[in-house]
């Protein structure tokens, strides 16, 4: 086997450090090591994923087929708050983040995968980079890329804290195995994108694989988002979990709180079409409140901020993880073909990070568009959470 051209340490082992673990590996023949923070299982960052063109190219390249690891939605419908609908044909493919995940972690077997190892340290040397984990461990590398998301350590060491900002809005999810619901429910939701706005609050819902990545009927779940403005002192409350933990950036099944869990069923009951009203009643929530980190700088020597390090799209464009493994793709073709004893390919850097700085922008923009299309994260627009009654 030829000898690997660099090391690289990737710091933040989801579906975006992953996406740049196996391409660097793979075009630019980099020894590739990821560290991940989280110790046990992975929690997933997201639930459902709309299959975006950047995924596919990127999953065909490493032997996966779209269709594989996607359910396949016919059509696209739109509710009223009756429950009347419009509806339209709209083929599209849908994952999950834990197909993704498992999908990609498989052919890195054989690298290095540290988990409970947060990165608490990191130093510019003249030739490479120093890293220190929260357990004491050290190691080195040639370049270091920082995928290690929305509240990225790396990020503050290398550029100062640019702290993620709150949109004014909060997503409730729900993703539950489709046996675990009515069955007149799932027949209602099944091969379609199912959409409900008004101003204030936007909803969808769609099936995606199962946690064993089954795309059988029987087997899928059931993935909603629901977003509703949410003034920030009210944030406040619902990210203390039941254990009195104070979240961040999630709130997983089984923390939620029962207050915050019945604000939720009252505001389902006044404003939701039946079978959304349906659905969350049914539902185990988890939250994640919507935030902006605007385009960083991502070039900092010997180290790269990709995905939503570098800054972060709203969800309603379906790009962030697409935006990430096109981060990864790219960055790995600008470091094709460079050795550790040369010097950095800086002109081929320098423009890749022109090309995805712009590229995010053009995303934002365009995610901001949307949420303002239905009031979300807009100001004087209705607050329902906050007029929900027992708010303080
Ligand atoms: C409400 C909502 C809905 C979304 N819906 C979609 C969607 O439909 N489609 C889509 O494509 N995207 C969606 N996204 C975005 C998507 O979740 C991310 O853009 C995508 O996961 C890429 O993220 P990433 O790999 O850059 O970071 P993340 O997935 O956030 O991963 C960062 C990783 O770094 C680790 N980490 C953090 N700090 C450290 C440290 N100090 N040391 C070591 N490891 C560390 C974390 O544990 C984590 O595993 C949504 C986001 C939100 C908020």
New binding site residues.
């Given amino acids: 086997m030829n000898k690997a051209s660099f090391r690289v340490a990737v710091?933040?082992?989801?579906?975006?450090?992953l996406a740049a673990a196996l391409e660097l590996r793979r075009s630019a023949k980099a020894e590739v090591a990821v560290?991940?923070?989280?110790a046990g299982h992975?929690q997933a960052?997201?639930a459902?994923?709309?299959m975006?063109p950047d995924v596919e190219w990127l999953l065909g390249e490493h032997g996966t087929k779209a269709e594989d690891v996607c359910v396949q939605l016919k059509e696209r419908i739109q509710l009223e708050q009756s429950g009347q609908t419009f509806k339209q044909r709209a083929p599209q493919l849908m994952t999950a983040?834990d197909t993704l995940y498992s999908t990609l972690r498989e052919p890195l077997r054989d690298s290095c995968y540290r988990q409970d190892?947060?990165?608490v340290e990191l130093r510019q040397e003249d030739e490479g980079v120093s890293i220190r984990f929260i357990d004491g461990y050290e190691t080195s590398c040639d370049f270091l890329v920082a995928?290690?998301?929305?509240?990225?350590?790396c990020r503050s060491i290398l550029a100062g804290e640019a702290a993620a900002r709150y949109a004014g809005y909060v997503?409730w999810?729900g993703l539950e195995n489709e046996q675990s619901l009515p069955a007149n429910l799932v027949q209602q939701l099944a091969n379609r994108f199912t959409h409900f706005h008004t101003r204030g609050m936007q909803m969808l819902c769609y099936l995606v694989p199962g946690s064993d990545g089954s795309t059988d009927e029987g087997r899928r779940r059931v993935n909603w988002?629901w977003y509703v403005n949410t003034p920030r002192h009210s944030l406040e409350t619902i990210l203390v979990g039941k254990s009195g933990r104070t979240f961040r950036s999630f709130v997983p099944k089984g923390e939620v709180s029962d207050d915050a869990e019945q604000q939720l069923s009252s505001l389902a009951i006044a404003h939701l079409p039946p079978v959304f009203k349906e659905l969350v009643l049914h539902s185990e929530l988890f939250i994640?409140p919507?935030?902006d980190v605007v385009s960083q700088p991502r070039l900092h020597g010997h180290c790269a901020l990709?995905?939503?390090?570098a800054g972060?799209v709203r969800?309603h464009t379906?790009?962030?993880?697409?935006?990430?493994f096109a981060d990864a793709t790219s960055l790995s073709i600008a470091l094709d073909g460079w050795n550790r004893s040369d010097p950095l390919p800086v002109d081929r850097l320098k423009c890749w990070e022109r090309q995805r700085r712009s590229e995010l922008n053009r995303l934002s923009s365009m995610g901001v568009q949307l949420a303002a299309g239905s009031g979300l994260g807009v100001g004087n627009a209705p607050q329902p959470w906050a007029h929900n009654g027992n708010d303080t």
């Fill in positions: 710091v933040g082992g989801s579906v975006g450090g560290y991940e923070r989280s992975m960052r997201g459902g994923v709309v975006q983040w190892s947060e990165l995928a290690d998301g929305v509240n990225s350590k997503a999810r988002v994640q919507v935030q990709i995905g939503d390090a972060t969800p379906a790009s962030g993880t697409a935006k990430a």
